[in-house]
């Protein structure tokens, strides 16, 4: 009898410490991913829709949106780190390096820098770095991620727990490295759609960005495949019937790309994520749920050798089914809020 050919994912006692994993396979990213991403979340920064008004203010063309270059570079992991996934647990020191133009071609490798059995013997937790790269073999991004992982074999043997010591925050000396000089004088703030620059923001400021969006099922399987991540809980219904939640998990960075989204009300000058500081995704969404978005400045920064943008350090929290006048957090027992589906610590930047 011949060995099976087909790929059924890695289980946790299938990763080593230190083992390194190139991901099948490369992807060129085109005007066509731009205008369908454009389609699923309606983002509206305006670097990311004009080249006119880009190149106006620096760039070679309009660059291709932060958010859709890391679920394409995510996507590219899904069948070697997360297919046996049953939770996406968080991310850290995640850096945005140089922009990515359409034609470019992206390919992902991920190092195993941390394993943790969890006490049922059934699951444990995996810890990765991932590197995006372009054509010419630049990193793109990088990123920690940690997923909890269906052990194939409960008693199956591991090696010892090691989780890694990951940095609580990016620094600011490390930001704003995939943004080019920018020329502040060109840029058009009634075309960017708001008067706001990094001054007329202040740290403890809360931003309700008002509008909601509510997710269908195809559309979400769309975005998803649109980032070609197989994993069966956002897209095997008769898988998923059987599980936990008895029907398909929507993608957490579907939930990611439409808080962004939202968040131009309020945020509009906030044209790039230069890192991700933290995250998590703190309850499940479900097709049906609507989407609303609250913003914090949780701290303002200088970047050493920049006078022409600074950076917001940005809470961003996503609910569902719940609008976000009252910026919905925790509960008073101190347990987060169950419509609270992401909280997302980021650096954006924008003009001075």
Known sequence: MSKSKINVGNFFEDFKIGQIIRHAAPRTVTVGEVALYTALYLPRFAVQSSTAFAQAIGYERAPIDDLLVFHLVLGKTVPDVSLNAIANLGYADFKFLIPVYPGDTLSATSE??????????????????????????????????????????????????????????VAPSELGKAAPAINVGAYDKALAGSRYFWADYDQGEKIDHIDGMTVEEAEH??????????????????????????KRIIYGGHVISLARALSFNGLENVFHIS???GGRHVNPLFAGG????????????????????????????????????????????????????LDLDYWGVLPR
């Not at 956002?234 to 939640?245: I, K, P």
């Not at 978005?293 to 050798?305: H, N, Q, R």
């Open 221 to 246: 399987q769309l975005a998803t495949r649109l980032y070609q991540n197989n994993s069966k809980v956002h897209f095997n219904q008769y898988y998923e019937a059987q599980g936990r939640f008895g």
């Open 290 to 341: 609507t989407v609303f978005a609250w913003s914090e400045v949780l701290e303002k920064a200088e970047i050493p050798g920049r006078q022409d943008i600074g950076a917001l350090r940005l809470r961003l929290v996503a609910t569902k089914d719940k609008p976000c006048a009252d910026f919905p957090l925790y509960g008073a027992d101190g347990k987060p809020d169950p419509a609270v589906l």
């Open 275 to 277: 890192a991700v500081n």
């Open 112 to 169: 195993v820098i941390g394993l943790k059995e969890n006490s049922n013997k059934e699951t444990g937790v995996v810890y990765v770095r991932t590197t995006g790269a372009n054509q010419r073999g630049e990193t793109v991004l990088s990123y920690a991620r940690w997923v909890m992982v269906k052990k194939r074999d409960r008693d199956a043997p591991v090696g010892p727990e090691i989780v890694p010591d990951l940095p609580k925050s």
